[in-house]
């Protein structure tokens, strides 16, 4: 399997290797509920729902800009069905860094997806209690949602522009 973008080019994102925003994602300590519950719930249990994956996921990769292989490596060793190849196809697909990703420009509103998916609440206050059962932050969070989403938009699609070698 690839430990490397499947397109070469992605690996040119300016990669974050903060140790403290990776621990933070890793022990669902964001500020962020859908992230942190996601994370505690991997933590606590071994397992997570595709959803919550696919949350955690691109938060680290679009949003953290931590470097994905780090990432990949930490929740597979978390998950109790944790599968190599699965894994690292969730990766590259939630990253857009595969053969059938998510496109670059696609990034999770993270307020809207713990809406959407948790609509009562229940499963953030269960592992975020802190926050209320509410989406959004109940702390400051360790990111700017919007300037992440903007810095890694602008990396993105220059990144996309440029030619395959």
Request: proline share 8%.
């Given at each position: 399997?690839?430990?490397?973008?499947?397109?070469?080019?992605?690996?040119?994102?300016?990669?974050?290797?903060?140790?403290?925003?990776?621990?933070?994602?890793?022990?669902g300590q964001t500020g962020?509920?859908?992230?942190?519950?996601?994370?505690?719930?991997?933590?606590?249990?071994?397992?997570?729902?595709?959803?919550?994956?696919?949350?955690?996921?691109?938060?680290?990769?679009?949003?953290?800009?931590?470097?994905?292989?780090?990432?990949?490596?930490?929740?597979?060793?978390?998950?109790?069905?944790?599968?190599?190849?699965?894994?690292?196809?969730?990766?590259?697909?939630?990253?857009?860094?595969?053969?059938?990703?998510?496109?670059?420009?696609?990034?999770?509103?993270?307020?809207?997806?713990?809406?959407?998916?948790?609509?009562?609440?229940?499963?953030?206050?269960?592992?975020?209690?802190?926050?209320?059962?509410?989406?959004?932050?109940?702390?400051?969070?360790?990111?700017?949602?919007?300037?992440?989403?903007?810095?890694?938009?602008?990396?993105?699609?220059?990144i996309a522009k440029t030619?395959?070698?």
């Amino acid at each position: 399997m690839l430990q490397k973008a499947f397109d070469p080019r992605w690996e040119a994102l300016p990669w974050n290797d903060d140790p403290g925003l990776f621990e933070a994602w890793l022990t669902g300590q964001t500020g962020i509920p859908v992230v942190d519950a996601a994370m505690r719930e991997l933590q606590a249990t071994g397992f997570l729902s595709n959803r919550g994956r696919m949350v955690a996921a691109q938060f680290a990769v679009k949003l953290a800009l931590l470097p994905w292989q780090k990432c990949e490596r930490a929740f597979r060793d978390l998950l109790l069905d944790g599968d190599n190849a699965s894994n690292l196809q969730g990766w590259h697909w939630a990253g857009g860094l595969g053969v059938d990703a998510a496109p670059y420009f696609r990034i999770f509103n993270l307020i809207a997806q713990a809406e959407a998916h948790d609509p009562d609440g229940a499963w953030l206050q269960r592992w975020v209690p802190e926050s209320g059962g509410r989406p959004r932050p109940y702390k400051p969070p360790v990111l700017d949602l919007e300037l992440a989403r903007r810095r890694y938009l602008e990396a993105a699609s220059w990144i996309a522009k440029t030619p395959v070698r």
